[in-house]
Nanobody
């Protein structure tokens, strides 16, 4: 089993920044992807960004490209999401996820991820 624990959420004004962290523990795997998804009330869970296990490849949704940055520290078994220029529409619960698949196929599809964290709330006020 893989355990994922998110932290770093909170309330921020529009234009501000937050950094989310996702600490992993338990059985780890050396390939695959780590990703971030978010879900606003009444909406489906949507893809935000993902990173290859080596950190060499990153993927972003169009809505966050240029504002958010995903990174990982394998020595600390932690994935980070730096969020800048936040907008009210970025509000939601942010989930960290992990998958063992090594291909980028369907990387934006939540169903392809094997493990999930409990989520952390991000609220951006206007």
């Amino acid at each position: 089993q893989v355990q994922l624990v998110e932290s770093g959420g909170g309330l921020v004004q529009a234009g501000g920044s937050l950094r989310l962290s996702c600490a992993t523990s338990g059985r780890t795997f050396s390939r695959g992807h780590m990703g971030w998804f978010r879900q606003a009330p009444g909406n489906v869970r949507e893809f935000v960004t993902a990173i290859g296990w080596s950190g060499g490849y990153t993927y972003y949704s169009n809505s966050v490209k240029g504002r958010f940055t995903i990174s990982k520290d394998n020595a600390k078994n932690t994935v980070y999401l730096q969020m800048n220029s936040l907008k009210p529409e970025d509000t939601g619960v942010y989930y960290c996820a992990a998958r063992s698949s090594t291909t980028s196929n369907f990387i934006q599809n939540a169903a392809t991820y094997d493990y999930w964290g409990q989520g952390t709330q991000v609220t951006v006020s206007s």
